[in-house]
């Protein structure tokens, strides 16, 4: 690490705001992302004050050593999933401006660090599954460069390979990502969840299988805390099934639509209580992939009840 003369700056509110972004879109998970930023910022303030004071860019070194503590964490996070009951799926989050309704006047009941993250393209469900294709060298590599455009030298000093071998492996996690089906706009995709959330409150199978791709999967994650299926759900009238009987099931259980990710999903409550969250794939006005997640743990952001 380059060092100047006493006087660098001291780390910022708007640091820890980049970290927490970097950090979920590397993990998947608000708690584990708040988790390595804090780790991080545990190891800077170790550090004695005169060799805080000597780092010229706190920002870089806080950047470094969460990259790292990510690392660590996705090579031991694949052990961990092979544990895991049924599928695992990103935690999803809610519109900003909804979380927020859970906190009322106090400041200190406010979602953080999940009110911190940007919601763009890279933090969409389907964008954050193409991730946990990659490994986590390659997932580090692509997230640092294409959406952090940090360089690679930088992202040398992260994965302790040389720059070019860090270009390498975002060039590999590219390709992944490029293999992906084009989504639909927010608009077109906003229309499209509507017709599936009209279809499935009137358990209308015909209509569900009108606009769900006849190849379309859907994968569920209920953490082996509520039930739901194990494996995905392949095709377009079994996954219209499926979700009929669901609702036959759960009487009372009230769809809305609302953003999830950053794009259109539908939330599922029962009792004022979120259950489900839902994210969609869709492409060429047809729901190609369903995402649903069901793991009250990774629910916590949605407890207000949308």
């Not at 694949?78 to 401006?97: I, N, Q, S, T």
């Not at 763009?120 to 389907?126: K, P």
């Not at 791709?213 to 994968?219: F, G, Y």
């Not at 999903?265 to 839902?278: D, E, H, I, P, S």
């Amino acid at each position: 690490m380059r060092t100047v003369e006493p006087g660098a700056a001291e780390t910022t509110g708007n640091d820890r705001r980049q970290l927490i972004n970097v950090a979920y879109r590397l993990l998947g998970s608000v708690t584990e992302a708040e988790d390595a930023v804090q780790d991080a910022y545990a190891r800077w303030y170790a550090l004695p004050p005169s060799r805080r004071h000597e780092i010229r860019s706190p920002t870089a070194w806080l950047t470094t050593v969460t990259g790292r503590i990510c690392l660590d964490l996705l090579g031991s996070a694949r052990a961990r999933r092979e544990r895991y009951v049924g599928a695992w799926l990103p935690e999803p989050l809610p519109d900003r401006a909804e979380w927020h309704h859970a906190g009322g006047s106090d400041p200190a009941s406010l979602a953080d660090p999940a009110d911190q993250i940007v919601l763009d393209e890279s933090v969409t469900t389907a964008f954050l599954v193409v991730l946990e294709s990659m490994t986590p060298a390659e997932r580090v590599a692509f997230v640092l460069h294409d959406v952090f455009r940090y360089p690679f030298a930088d992202i040398a000093d992260v994965l302790g390979r040389t720059p070019a071998a860090c270009k390498q492996l975002a060039a590999s996690a590219r390709r992944r990502v490029s293999g992906a089906d084009a989504p639909a706009g927010t608009a077109g995709q906003a229309d499209v969840v509507r017709r599936v959330k009209e279809a499935w409150e009137n358990k209308d199978i015909a209509a569900l299988v009108g606009v769900l791709d006849p190849a379309a999967v859907m994968t569920a994650d209920g953490g082996g805390l509520v039930g739901t299926v194990l494996r995905p759900v392949e095709g377009g009238t079994r996954i219209a099934q499926y979700m009929v009987a669901i609702a036959d099931r759960a009487p009372g259980l009230e769809l809305l639509e609302r953003s999830v990710n950053g794009a259109p999903g539908l939330v599922a409550r029962r009792g004022g209580v979120v259950v489900t969250v839902a994210s969609f794939e869709v492409v060429d006005g047809i729901v190609t992939r369903i995402w649903v997640v069901r793991n009250p743990e990774k629910l916590r952001l949605w407890t207000w009840g949308a």
